[in-house]
C-alpha cells in the first residue's frame, strides 16, 4: 500500500508539473556508458560489431544502442543496480566486472525547477535512491550528497519537473 501511495502522488506530480507548465522532458546530450570499462575507444573499436548481448540481459532495460552502434544508459524510466550482468554477456571484454566503477557522470538538483524548493513536499527523487544520497534540509531543500552518490540515474526519470540533471564528471583537480 506505501508503494500505491509513491506511485499515486509522483504520477500526480507528473501529471501537474506537466500540465501547468507544458514542458516536454529535454535530456541532455551526454552519453553514459555501462559502468564496467576501462578503456572507452573500446566502444567504437569491439560494440559495432556484436549483437548486443548486453541489451537483452539488463535487468532495468535501460542499456540502449546509439547511432553509431555502440551501447550507453537510458536513465528516463529506471536506472543502473550494477547488477554486472552486462559484463557477464559482453563477447569482446569490452565490460568487465573488476573495471566496475560508478557511473562517470555528476547527478544535480537544478534548484530552479524543483518544487520543493519551492516549498512542496516531495520526495519523488529521494524515495528511489539506492545509496540514500539525496537529502533534505528542512524538508524542503533536497540535494546529493556526492560522496554517497553512485550517478545510477533512479532519481532523474522519476522527478515530475525534471529537476534532477546529470553532467559530465567534474574534473577532480589534483594538487
Given at each position: 500500500m506505501v508503494s500505491n501511495t509513491k506511485m499515486q502522488r509522483r504520477e500526480l506530480f507528473s501529471f501537474l508539473s506537466s500540465s501547468l507548465k507544458g514542458e516536454e522532458r529535454k535530456v541532455k546530450e551526454i552519453i553514459l556508458r555501462p559502468p564496467y570499462y576501462e578503456d572507452i575507444s573500446l566502444?567504437?573499436?569491439?560494440?559495432?560489431?556484436?549483437?548486443?548481448?548486453?541489451?537483452?540481459?539488463?535487468?532495468?532495460?535501460?542499456?540502449?544502442?546509439?547511432?553509431?552502434?555502440?551501447?550507453?544508459?537510458?536513465?528516463?524510466?529506471?536506472?543502473?543496480?550494477?547488477?554486472?550482468?552486462?559484463t557477464k554477456a559482453c563477447p569482446?571484454?569490452?565490460?568487465?566486472?573488476?573495471?566496475?566503477?560508478?557511473?562517470d557522470a555528476d547527478v544535480i538538483i537544478n534548484i530552479s525547477k524543483c518544487i520543493s524548493w519551492e516549498g512542496v513536499m516531495c520526495f519523488s527523487c529521494k524515495d528511489p535512491c539506492l545509496e540514500?544520497?539525496?537529502?533534505?534540509?528542512?524538508?524542503?531543500?533536497?540535494?546529493?550528497?556526492?560522496?554517497?552518490?553512485?550517478?545510477?540515474?533512479?532519481?532523474?526519470?522519476?522527478?515530475?519537473?525534471?529537476?534532477?540533471?546529470?553532467?559530465?564528471?567534474?574534473?577532480?583537480?589534483?594538487?
Open positions: 566502444f567504437h573499436k569491439e560494440c559495432i560489431e556484436c549483437e548486443a548481448p548486453c541489451i537483452t540481459v539488463c535487468e532495468e532495460d535501460i542499456i540502449k544502442i546509439a547511432s553509431d552502434k555502440t551501447p550507453y544508459l537510458d536513465f528516463l524510466s529506471s536506472g543502473c543496480t550494477y547488477c554486472d550482468e552486462c569482446h571484454g569490452v565490460l568487465k566486472l573488476e573495471f566496475k566503477k560508478p557511473i540514500d544520497a539525496i537529502e533534505f534540509k528542512a524538508m524542503f531543500m533536497p540535494s546529493i550528497n556526492m560522496s554517497k552518490c553512485t550517478a545510477c540515474g533512479f532519481c532523474i526519470g522519476r522527478c515530475p519537473t525534471y529537476a534532477i540533471e546529470i553532467q559530465e564528471k567534474k574534473e577532480q583537480n589534483v594538487l
